[in-house]
Nanobody, 115 residues
């Protein structure tokens, strides 16, 4: 059974940094697109960054220049380095991946940025 597990969330002051990780495990034959999404209270889930297989990351305008997404295909890992965090970055962050032709989500990790 394939699963995605995020880690690295927490509480940080504005201007600080966090690094999120997402580990894909199980019977994996192929991983295509991978990405990070977030959902703040009362808001819809939104794309933060997406990395196609063998391609460059794409970022939401709100995080460009502050967040860096990367993936390690050998380890089936996805990362999100978040710098210069703002209170409006507070949300549950979810990992998403297209694995073996199916779409999977992680359980989410909370990121809280205090002002």
């Amino acid at each position: 059974q394939v699963q995605l597990v995020e880690s690295g969330g927490g509480l940080v002051q504005a201007g600080g940094s966090l690094r999120l990780s997402c580990a894909a495990s199980g019977n994996i034959f192929s991983i295509k697109n991978m990405g990070w999404y977030r959902q703040a209270p009362g808001k819809q889930r939104e794309l933060v960054a997406a990395i196609p297989s063998g391609g460059n990351p794409n970022y939401a305008d709100a995080v460009k220049g502050r967040f860096t997404a990367s993936r390690d295909n050998a380890k089936n890992m996805l990362y999100l380095q978040m710098n210069s965090l703002k209170p409006e970055d507070t949300a549950v962050y979810y990992c998403n991946a297209r694995i073996n032709g199916y779409n999977y989500w992680g359980q989410g990790t909370q990121v809280t940025v205090s002002s």
